[in-house]
């Protein structure tokens, strides 16, 4: 069995979608499996592990249908420190800017980070031997969305797939995956998106082109602000984008005034870390640095925190993450809002009443 924090910010009960309130990630490299946020698009299945296959098809030499035991015997096991954030997070403050109607209104905790164990994919992929005009690699699980009447799917490039990081993973933070995160069996592709990282996966396809399920083909695509979805327009989502968030103090709540610790997270985009976090307490004339974490692993978020000193009144936290190529975060959420309000990557900025 499962269960999470009673405090979670639940936006749906079936499919199930829920956020931990943001100070319950603040300061903690590793999410806990009980305060990790989870994103469904239809209803869990119900998957034995004793029973559960995938099968390996598509563009290989050979054919592969695996079970649990055979990907403990066949292949060594793999450890890997990986945050997983939805590409929708954030969208709540896209909402304020304009309606973005029938999407979940998340907040700054559609992020968490936890350890992984399973096997590369690249070491099942090399087991079925990828066959000439293979370019991308495709996900299927037999989760039914109701709003498009579609098992889940997405597809990742061959080149990312074949890169040792993936995962087939059945153990998160020390135990068995649970199976509201994909248990018996998930994918896990740090550094992209998490739509990509298919939960209670059955099915792993190589093929010259990338998946045609909904999920890949026509959602998680970052349009122009006028345009409507529709089957291969937009940017397809995959790798992540610079980001930070402020973890707490809440937003909207009410501190004393003197010293207050803001604490946050920062994620750089695949190959990239955190330079620095800027703090500023009057809408970016004047900024101070916060101290940042060294990551968990190349394939985590970075922790920050800083101490401001607060006058009573009114008061306004604006965060900016620069990453090491010097770039930082776009200013404002209406400046980065698109119809299925994607990527809110914008500098985060809370307001407090400082009494
Ligand atoms: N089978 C399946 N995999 C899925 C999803 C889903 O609905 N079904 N949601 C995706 C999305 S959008 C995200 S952000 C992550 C969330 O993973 P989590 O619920 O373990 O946090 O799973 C991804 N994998
Ligand atoms: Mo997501």
């Not at 790798?239 to 750089?268: F, H, K, M, Q």
């Amino acid at each position: 069995m499962w269960s999470k924090r009673d405090d979670m910010v639940v936006h749906d009960k079936e499919p199930f979608n829920a956020e931990p309130p943001p100070g319950a990630l603040a300061g903690r490299p590793l999410t806990p499996v009980e305060a990790f946020y989870s994103r469904n698009h239809g209803s869990f299945p119900d998957l034995a592990p004793a029973t559960w296959q995938l099968r390996v098809d598509g563009l290989v030499d050979r054919g592969l249908v695996l079970s649990l035991a055979d990907l403990h015997q066949r292949f060594s096991p793999r450890t890997e420190v990986a945050t997983l954030v939805c590409a929708g997070n954030r969208r709540a403050e896209l909402m304020a800017v304009r309606d973005i109607p029938g999407q979940v209104p998340w907040g700054p905790a559609t992020i968490s980070t936890a350890e992984w164990t399973g096997v590369s994919l690249a070491d099942v992929l090399a087991a079925a031997g990828p066959a000439p005009g293979a370019a991308h690699v495709a996900f299927l699980a037999p989760d039914i969305s109701p709003a498009v009447d579609q098992p889940y799917g997405s597809s990742i490039p061959l080149t990312k797939a074949c890169s040792g990081e993936v995962l087939l993973a059945w153990e998160m933070n020390g135990e068995p995956l649970p199976p509201v995160h994909g248990g018996p069996v998930r994918v896990v592709v740090p550094g992209y998106i998490g739509a990509r990282s298919v939960k209670w996966v059955q099915q792993v396809t190589v093929q010259a082109e990338p998946s045609d399920n909904y999920f890949q083909a026509e959602d998680y695509r970052l349009l122009p602000p006028d345009a409507e979805p529709a089957p291969g327009r937009g940017i397809s989502l995959g790798p992540l984008v610079l980001t930070s968030a402020i973890l707490s103090p809440d937003d909207g709540s009410r501190v004393a005034a003197g010293p207050t610790e803001v604490a946050g997270y920062a994620l750089a985009g695949e190959g990239r870390s955190i330079a620095r976090v800027d703090v500023s307490l009057d809408g970016g004339r004047t900024w101070v640095q916060a101290a940042v974490e060294d990551p968990p692993s190349p394939w985590a978020w970075q922790l920050w925190r800083t101490t401001v000193v607060l006058p009573a009144g009114p008061a306004e936290i604006t965060a900016r993450a620069w990453d090491d190529t010097g770039a930082t975060q776009p200013d404002s959420p209406a400046s980065v809002w698109n119809p299925s309000g994607y990527d809110n990557t914008s500098r985060p900025c809370i307001r407090l009443d400082v009494r």
